[in-house]
């Protein structure tokens, strides 16, 4: 009995300690730690290494703000430098002026008839017509010694029978534009001729068709040439017909509204001895009327 107790009790102290040594293991590390030993049982709790602070990414500097880029110096919009004060513009005395060379000429002036139309012209449309003119027309300036080499020439027509009037008066001074002082050709295109009876250099060329009304005469064409069948050297000066219907080539110039100070033609010093003057109509009817051709030029 006594055994068997015994038995017991050493059983139950076993169990016991089983129990117990478990528990003993964990102040030990503790102390272990306390007392800097090395433990034993967990591998010394790598102390939080505080891993050298990720180097602190080199402060990234407040990017020094790298100067922004200087502002380009402000290139102040390029105070176009005043364009060198244009050379004070040699103000073009009368005297220098070379852009209309007009050294040495001097105006053509014209004997012009009395207006023989008054009031408002009738309200003519045209193509190409140009617009009325306010104040006095150009002048026209040519070499001194020019002259009117038409004056008393003889002249020739595509129309050898005129209706009213003779060729003659085409170039017999007469420009009043009354009865008696204009040919009449038929209709359709016709045209009128001067011989100048010698070659000169023509600088300008002036028509009066009929301008006791307003009209237009149609596709006028002036050409000048050195022989009489306008096969030699011809040249145009003048064309107002803008769709070629007379076949002599479509022109540049414009059409225009016939009256006392007759249509001044610029003719640049041609050297010619002929001038043909050709017309389609007019705006009133389909004959062409010539009260006075004159041809300036000199030798």
Not at 17 to 26: I, M, S, T, Y
Not at 128 to 135: E, H, M
Not at 277 to 290: C, F, I, K, R, V
Request: net charge negative; proline share 11%.
């Amino acid at each position: 009995m006594k055994m068997s107790r015994l038995l017991v009790l050493s059983l139950a102290l076993l169990v016991a300690v089983a129990f117990l040594l478990p528990a003993c293991d964990k102040p030990q590390a503790k102390k272990d730690e306390k007392g800097g030993k090395t433990p034993t049982t967990q591998p010394a709790k790598a102390e939080p290494k505080e891993e050298p602070a990720p180097a602190p990414a080199p402060k990234a500097e407040p990017k020094k703000e790298e100067p922004a880029p200087a502002p380009a110096p402000k290139v102040e919009p390029k105070k176009e430098e005043p364009a060198p004060a244009p050379a004070p513009k040699a103000e073009a005395t009368p005297s220098d002026e070379p852009a209309k060379d007009t050294k040495g000429l001097v105006e053509l002036k014209l004997e012009l008839p009395k207006p023989l139309f008054e009031g408002t012209p009738k309200n003519i449309r045209e193509k190409n017509l140009r617009p009325p003119r306010k104040g006095p027309r150009d002048p026209l300036m040519v070499p001194p010694g020019v002259t009117n080499v038409a004056s008393g020439k003889a002249v020739t027509s595509s129309d050898s029978e005129p209706i009213i009037g003779e060729l003659k008066l085409v170039t017999d001074g007469d420009k009043e534009g009354t009865d008696g002082s204009y040919v009449e050709l038929g209709p359709g295109k016709q045209w009128v001729q001067i011989d100048l009876k010698d070659a000169y250099n023509i600088f300008a060329v002036v028509v009066w068709h009929y301008h006791r009304e307003g009209r237009v005469y149609r596709d006028v064409v002036v050409q000048v040439a050195d022989d009489a069948d306008f096969i030699t050297n011809v040249r145009t000066v003048f064309n107002n017909d803008y769709d070629n219907s007379s076949g002599l080539g479509i022109g540049n110039d414009m059409q225009y509204l016939d009256s006392f100070e007759g249509e001044l033609i610029p003719v640049k010093g041609l050297k010619a001895r002929y001038v043909r003057l050709y017309s389609n109509g007019n705006t009133s009817n389909d004959q062409n009327h010539y009260t006075e051709v004159e041809v300036f030029g000199k030798k």
